[in-house]
T-cell receptor, first 110, second 113 residues
Framework: GQNIDQPTEMTATEGAIVQINCTYQ??????LFWYQQHAGEAPTFLSY????GLEEKGRFSSFLSRSKGYSYLLLKELQMKDSASYLC???????????FGQGTELSVKP | DAGITQSPRHKVTETGTPVTLRCHQT?????MYWYRQDPGHGLRLIHY???????DKGEVSDGYSVSRSKTEDFLLTLESATSSQTSVYFC????????????FGPGTRLTVT
């Protein structure tokens, strides 16, 4: 079966750091993705992990532990524009299609 | 931005009517996908295509059919729309199945009354 869990909502303060967790139980694994989606807009790609460890891209970093079925997205120096939904998705071994979690709605407060 | 458009962007239709949504890409990507997004469920795959005339079902394919007669167009049809199909529909594309990201279209908001 496929199951991906993320917190539904999070709140953080402008300038702070926030970590959004994602746990997954899937029948096979070929990569984990994070997407950002602002209200009323399309998801946009943030990061991709296929090997264990940390991938850093500017203010955003993503971590993966395949043995634990766990990933997190770390957002530093939060800005108001980071208020959005963050989607965790797993790609199964056969590739192509993605399996998404329900998303985490992040609100950044002044 | 990847060249993906969806039409219509908004549609209101009545229960029992057929509806076709169109996804058009200018990237010449082989793989195309239709997702629906609902509160509490996230994005769920309806159908996908891995080439012209080659399609397969996703996790929520009941009540939907697709067609791909050209590389650039992927059509999603609701044969007889139901209120449970009220949703936001996103099309996505990728060049290969192992491509490190999928590019999403702007979405179509469909309301079935």
């Amino acid at each position: 079966g496929q199951n991906i869990d993320q917190p539904t909502e999070m709140t953080a303060t402008e300038g702070a750091i926030v970590q959004i967790n994602c746990t997954y139980q899937t029948s096979g694994f070929n990569g984990l993705f994070w997407y950002q989606q602002h209200a009323g807009e399309a998801p946009t790609f943030l990061s991709y992990n296929v090997l264990d460890g940390l991938e850093e891209k500017g203010r955003f970093s993503s971590f993966l532990s395949r043995s634990k079925g766990y990933s997190y997205l770390l957002l530093k120096e939060l800005q108001m524009k980071d208020s959005a939904s963050y989607l965790c998705a797993v790609r199964p071994p056969e590739g192509g299609k993605l399996i998404f979690g329900q998303g985490t709605e992040l609100s950044v407060k002044p | 931005d990847a060249g993906i458009t969806q039409s219509p962007r908004h549609k209101v239709t009545e229960t029992g009517t057929p509806v076709t949504l169109r996804c058009h890409q200018t990237e010449n990507h082989r793989y195309m996908y239709w997702y629906r997004q609902d509160p509490g469920h996230g994005l769920r795959l309806i159908h996908y295509s891995y080439g012209v005339k080659d399609t397969d079902k996703g996790e929520v394919s009941d009540g939907y059919s697709v067609s791909r007669s050209k590389t650039e167009d992927f059509l999603l049809t609701l044969e007889s729309a139901t209120s449970s199909q009220t949703s936001v529909y996103f099309c996505a594309i990728s060049e290969t199945p192992d491509m490190n990201e999928q590019y999403f279209g702007p979405g179509t908001r469909l309301t079935v009354t």
